[in-house]
């Protein structure tokens, strides 16, 4: 198998220099290769080595390919033909059409570019999409699905795609499968979604302790990192042991040599033997104590050494857990009711009527397409906006709210002022001992909140959710696994799965909503 791509002892770092990850060497071919990691890991950061957007620190990239990388942002003021870089070639092909076309439009013109658009097209579930319409029309799905068709049509042979199902409804994500299993060339596919990770052929994991190359899809890799763990929590606790049993060698040598020193002074002060003899012995003594206490200091700084590097391993192999403050709601405390309600945005109606009840800790999934009315409908649960018509009662006040953007939050200013602005009630010892509950203590709630990754505005998101006097009874979630790495879904999903209230939640991860326990689904 020819290589499209080899990475040869590949380091790379943020561009003010801090170290993400060293020594990556693998080649990849006509295959997909799942790329994972932590938020800040360098997942991005190599992606675009791979362009050569950015330099190595180390090592060497050597392509082989054309490659392709799905983009993220979007100017809104563009067409969509502009978008994908056709427009000039089907504005020469309209000339040529109306008979207005110059000789370099007859050299020059692309006759396939038509027929292999509407295919693209097609093929990503976008069926006579119109070239002059603007992106800014488009939902986030769309456009997503508009960047593949666009990569589609390029005929690269090696794709880079970074989080590719984000924002994606079914549909979307269905065409993005499709094209996973039948794209003929390479893919590199950064992505936390676990579902689209079954169909790599191998998992490359970056780490700042190693990077490590696993043949096969997310399954076998999430168990091999679990026997990591696993081992790594050996590693500790062996490295404890060793450390306990070397202090209490080190205590019983005091105790035995200030036993031998207090018999040596006894003899001293009875006078009863020569000098000359004392002082010898005494010398032996103290030389011999000497290389003792040299020796057992070299090994508890050992011990002492292969603790720290064993625990500084544990903490990052292991995930945070959180435990959330969880309601005293009983099973058939009525929350919320939902009666013939309908909604509608520019004169469009997006979904209704709608009739729904949440008792107890019930946990609801909205499900739709993009643009089907799922965020709107959590804005008229929270009363935000009235519905077109139809009623919203809602029986508590403790209802808290966590999205995928976290936008409760000013990314200028640090997290300790962010919750002290959104909660005013506060004293700022409240807020530094809510926050520590979520992992910020001391100088961790000073930092501002556009520096934090993805999963530490997450935790941030939940510190605020459930900063009040009392914990809310109903949590609403708007796609809260996109931008987040696995072990932040997994911590949320932990998190969620022994919280003991009412969860209403719009996603489209089939593995977070079965881990956190989803009973009911609704689709707009």
Same mark, same amino acid.
């Given at each position: !198998?020819?290589?499209?791509?080899?990475?040869?002892?590949?380091?790379?770092?943020?561009?003010? &220099? $801090?170290?993400?990850?060293?020594?990556?060497?693998?080649?990849? =071919?006509?295959?997909?290769? &799942?790329?994972?990691?932590?938020?800040?890991?360098?997942?991005s950061?190599?992606?675009?080595?791979?362009?050569?957007?950015?330099? @190595?620190?180390?090592?060497?990239?050597?392509?082989?390919?054309?490659?392709?990388?799905?983009?993220?942002?979007?100017?809104?003021?563009?067409?969509?033909?502009?978008?994908?870089?056709? %427009? &000039?070639?089907?504005?020469?092909?309209?000339?040529?059409?109306?008979?207005?076309g110059?000789?370099?439009?007859?050299?020059?013109?692309?006759?396939?570019l038509?027929?292999?658009?509407?295919?693209?097209?097609?093929? !990503?579930?976008? @069926?006579?999409?119109?070239?002059?319409?603007?992106?800014?029309?488009?939902?986030?799905?769309?456009?997503?699905r508009?960047? !593949?068709?666009?990569?589609? +049509?390029?005929?690269?042979?090696?794709?880079?795609?970074?989080?590719?199902?984000?924002?994606?409804?079914?549909?979307?994500?269905?065409?993005i499968?499709d094209?996973?299993?039948?794209?003929?060339?390479?893919?590199?596919?950064?992505?936390?979604?676990?579902?689209?990770?079954?169909?790599?052929?191998?998992?490359?994991?970056?780490?700042?302790?190693?990077?490590t190359?696993?043949?096969?899809?997310?399954?076998?890799f999430?168990?091999?990192? /679990?026997?990591?763990?696993?081992?790594?929590?050996?590693?500790?606790?062996?490295?404890?042991?060793?450390?306990?049993?070397?202090?209490r060698?080190?205590?019983?040598?005091?105790? $035995?040599?200030?036993?031998?020193?207090?018999?040596?002074?006894?003899?001293?002060?009875?006078?009863d033997?020569?000098?000359?003899?004392?002082?010898?012995?005494?010398?032996?003594?103290e030389?011999?104590?000497?290389?003792?206490?040299?020796?057992?200091?070299?090994?508890?700084?050992?011990? /002492?050494?292969?603790?720290?590097?064993?625990?500084?391993?544990?903490?990052?192999?292991?995930?945070?857990?959180?435990?959330?403050?969880?309601?005293?709601?009983?099973?058939?405390?009525?929350?919320?009711?939902?009666?013939?309600?309908?909604?509608?945005?520019?004169?469009?109606? +997006?979904?209704?009527?709608?009739?729904?009840?949440?008792? &107890?800790?019930?946990?609801?999934?909205?499900?739709?397409?993009? =643009?089907?009315?799922?965020?709107?409908?959590?804005?008229?649960?929270?009363?935000?906006i009235? @519905?077109?018509?139809?009623?919203?009662?809602?029986?508590?006040?403790?209802?808290?709210?966590?999205?995928?953007?976290? %936008?409760?939050?000013?990314?200028?200013? /640090?997290?300790?002022?962010?919750?002290?602005?959104?909660?005013? %009630?506060?004293?700022?010892?409240?807020?530094?001992?809510?926050?520590?509950?979520?992992?910020?203590?001391?100088?961790?709630?000073?930092?501002?909140?556009?520096?934090?990754?993805?999963?530490?505005?997450?935790?941030?998101?939940?510190?605020?959710?459930?900063?009040?006097?009392? @914990?809310?009874? +109903?949590?609403?979630?708007?796609?809260?696994?996109?931008?987040?790495?696995?072990?932040?879904?997994?911590?949320?999903?932990?998190?969620? $799965?022994?919280?003991?209230?009412?969860?209403?939640?719009?996603?489209?991860d089939?593995?977070?909503?079965?881990?956190?326990?989803?009973?009911?689904?609704?689709?707009?």
């Open positions: !198998m020819t290589a499209c791509l080899t990475l040869d002892n590949l380091a790379l770092a943020t561009p003010d &220099g $801090k170290p993400l990850f060293d020594n990556l060497t693998v080649s990849i =071919g006509r295959e997909c290769v &799942g790329l994972v990691g932590r938020n800040g890991s360098g997942k950061t190599l992606l675009r080595a791979i362009e050569q957007d950015t330099a @190595p620190l180390r090592g060497t990239i050597h392509l082989n390919a054309r490659t392709g990388r799905l983009r993220q942002r979007f100017d809104e003021s563009l067409t969509v033909a502009e978008t994908i870089g056709v %427009a &000039g070639e089907l504005a020469r092909l309209a000339r040529i059409t109306a008979g207005h110059t000789p370099e439009d007859l050299d020059h013109a692309d006759w396939t038509e027929p292999r658009l509407e295919q693209a097209f097609a093929q !990503m579930g976008l @069926p006579g999409l119109d070239t002059g319409r603007r992106i800014a029309s488009l939902s986030g799905g769309e456009r997503t508009l960047a !593949m068709a666009g990569l589609l +049509l390029d005929e690269v042979d090696l794709l880079l795609l970074d989080e590719p199902t984000n924002n994606l409804d079914a549909a979307g994500r269905a065409a499968d094209l996973i299993r039948a794209w003929p060339g390479g893919l590199l596919i950064a992505s936390h979604d676990r579902a689209l990770l079954e169909q790599a052929d191998r998992i490359v994991e970056l780490s700042p302790i190693g990077c190359v696993f043949g096969g899809g997310w399954s076998e999430a168990e091999a990192r /679990s026997a990591a763990r696993a081992r790594a929590a050996a590693e500790a606790e062996r490295a404890a042991n060793t450390l306990k049993a070397t202090e060698k080190l205590q019983q040598a005091r105790e $035995k040599q200030e036993k031998s020193d207090s018999r040596g002074r006894a003899v001293r002060t009875r006078g033997q020569p000098k000359m003899l004392l002082d010898k012995r005494q010398e032996r003594a030389q011999t104590a000497g290389r003792g206490s040299d020796l057992a200091h070299r090994q508890l700084g050992a011990a /002492s050494d292969a603790v720290a590097a064993a625990s500084a391993r544990l903490e990052i192999v292991t995930p945070l857990s959180i435990d959330l403050p969880s309601p005293d709601l009983p099973s058939s405390r009525q929350l919320l009711k939902l009666e013939d309600v309908c909604a509608g945005f520019g004169g469009r109606t +997006l979904f209704g009527p709608l009739s729904l009840e949440v008792r &107890g800790p019930q946990r609801i999934a909205i499900k739709g397409a993009n =643009g089907s009315g799922k965020s709107t409908l959590l804005n008229l649960i929270r009363g935000r009235a @519905p077109a018509s139809g009623t919203v009662t809602r029986l508590t006040r403790r209802i808290a709210i966590l999205d995928q953007h976290v %936008a409760v939050f000013d990314p200028n200013t /640090s997290l300790l002022e962010n919750v002290r602005a959104l909660l005013p %009630a506060l004293n700022e010892n409240d807020i530094r001992a809510r926050l520590a509950r979520f992992a910020f203590r001391g100088e961790a709630a000073l930092q501002p909140v556009g520096t934090l990754s993805g999963g530490e505005r997450l935790r941030a998101g939940l510190a605020v959710a459930f900063a009040g006097g009392e @914990p809310p009874e +109903l949590f609403l979630l708007d796609e809260p696994t996109n931008h987040l790495d696995i072990e932040s879904v997994e911590l949320l999903e932990a998190a969620l $799965k022994a919280w003991t209230g009412a969860i209403i939640v719009i996603s489209h089939t593995a977070f909503l079965n881990a956190i326990g989803v009973q009911n689904v609704i689709t707009l």
